[in-house]
């Protein structure tokens, strides 16, 4: 069990330009999750998938963003023109849908900074 | 909708005091409750969770109590250490699948 892994760490890129972050879930885990957090704020839900399946979206998602888990392993997200707004910690999380518990396990996050 | 209130922080303690920070709900039906930690430069971590009325979650020192007729998850410990400074997040899950976290609550702990 390695954790959850996100790529990269750290984005700084300059208003307008795309941006496209990755995450590694724990190996097994079938359910994936995007979350951003802004300063001094908790994390805010963005996305949910199970397997590869996008079954949650919240209306935080604007169209500016997408999310994608090909065969049901890692995620991407991707910004198209980034404004400054977008400038936060993007967070993923994973868990596997046991009966018992549905815990989910979060990774380091992107910090990304818009210019 | 759902949401979560914390107490404002910073919270300062010196080492071996008693802690509390509260932590109150609001929901429909029967949500699950967890509090999450996130010690500097480190991801969220779970610390610990209750998912029905008067369960107690604990770890590592810590508990709370899932008390649905005042709609509280408050956290306590009864010493705390310098190690356990950082940020605590009070959060809910209901019938979706993401989580509905509070503001975060900072600790800071002197010896």
């Known amino acids: 069990d390695t954790g959850v892994s996100q790529d990269p760490r750290h984005k700084i890129t300059k208003r307008g330009q795309n941006v496209t972050f990755r995450c590694d879930p724990i190996?097994?885990?079938?359910?994936l999750y995007w979350y951003r957090q802004t300063l001094g704020q908790g994390p805010e839900f963005l996305t949910y998938?199970?397997?590869?399946?996008?079954?949650?979206k919240s209306r935080l998602l604007s169209d500016r963003f997408s999310a994608e888990r090909p065969k049901g392993s890692f995620s991407t997200l991707e910004i198209q023109r980034t404004e400054q707004g977008d400038s936060a910690m993007y967070l993923c999380?994973?868990?596997?849908?046991?009966?018992?518990?549905?815990?989910?396990?979060f990774g380091p996050g992107t910090r990304l900074t818009v210019l | 909708g759902d949401s979560v209130t914390q107490m404002e922080g910073p919270v300062t303690l010196s080492e071996e005091a008693f802690l509390t920070i509260n932590c109150t709900y609001t929901?429909?039906?029967?949500?699950?409750l967890f509090w999450y930690v996130q010690y500097p430069g480190e991801g969220l971590q779970l610390l610990l969770k209750?998912?029905?009325?008067?369960d107690k979650g604990s770890n590592k020192g810590f508990e709370a109590t899932y008390r649905k007729e005042t709609t509280s998850f408050h956290l306590e410990k009864g010493s705390v250490q310098v190690s356990d400074s950082a940020v605590y997040f009070c959060?809910?899950?209901?019938?979706?699948?993401?989580?509905?976290f509070g503001k975060g609550t900072s600790l800071l702990v002197t010896p």
């Open positions: 929901a429909t039906g029967y949500p699950s």
């Open positions: 959060a809910l899950r209901n019938s979706g699948y993401a989580l509905n």
């Open positions: 190996s097994e885990h079938n359910r």
């Open positions: 998938f199970q397997n590869e399946a996008q079954l949650e």
């Open positions: 999380a994973s868990s596997i849908n046991l009966a018992s518990t549905d815990t989910q396990y």
């Open positions: 209750a998912t029905k009325a008067d």
